[in-house]
Each structure stands twice: as C-alpha cells, then as structure tokens.
C-alpha cells in the first residue's frame, strides 16, 4: 500500500515556448511543436537543442553548457492509427 502524504503533489510539467515552438513535458518526456517532430526527449534542455539544430542557431537561451549536453531521444509520438492498426493484427 501507498501512502500519500497531504503535502505531497505530482510533478507538473509546465510548458515552455522557445523560439515561437512550444515544449511540452509529460512524464513520458518531452515534445515539441515543430513540424514533422515526432520524437520524445528526455530533458527540456534536448527539446531546446532539438529547436536550436532545426531552426540554426542557438536562439536566446543557448548557454554551452546546454549545448555541450547534446539531444538524447527516448522514443517516438504514437501516431493516432497506430494502437488500431496493432490491435487488428
């Protein structure tokens, strides 16, 4: 059994807009709204340098320590036909 205190919440993902693209975290990872993205990042600080190596540049918020991070992609956006096409077969 659980327990779960009073002052105890979940963890909120607030989302972020970087360079005109939202980021928004889930506790899956994080995505972005660039077009033809359909991947999930581990970190907010990937989603940046993902929007950063699309657009060029390092925008505003492109500090070297972000950038020496890197981007590490963990999985895929489902796409909206996917769970049926799995479930027929």
Same mark, same amino acid.
């Given at each position: 059994?659980?327990?779960?205190?009073?002052?105890?919440?979940?963890? #909120?993902?607030?989302?972020?807009?970087?360079?005109?693209?939202?980021?928004?975290?889930?506790?899956?990872?994080?995505?972005?709204?660039?077009?033809?993205?359909? #991947?999930?990042?581990?970190?907010?600080?990937?989603?940046? #340098? +993902?929007?950063?190596?699309?657009?060029?540049?390092?925008?505003?918020?492109?500090?070297? /320590?972000?950038?020496?991070?890197?981007?590490?992609?963990?999985?895929?956006?489902?796409?909206?036909?996917? #769970? /049926? /096409?799995? +479930?027929?077969?």
């Amino acid at each position: 059994m659980r327990v779960v205190w009073k002052d105890s919440k979940p963890k #909120n993902y607030k989302p972020v807009k970087y360079r005109d693209h939202m980021i928004y975290g889930s506790p899956e990872g994080w995505t972005t709204t660039i077009p033809g993205d359909d #991947n999930i990042y581990a970190t907010h600080y990937d989603a940046l #340098n +993902a929007i950063d190596a699309a657009l060029g540049g390092t925008g505003q918020m492109g500090s070297a /320590k972000r950038q020496k991070y890197g981007i590490k992609i963990v999985g895929k956006k489902r796409e909206a036909g996917d #769970n /049926k /096409k799995k +479930a027929r077969a």
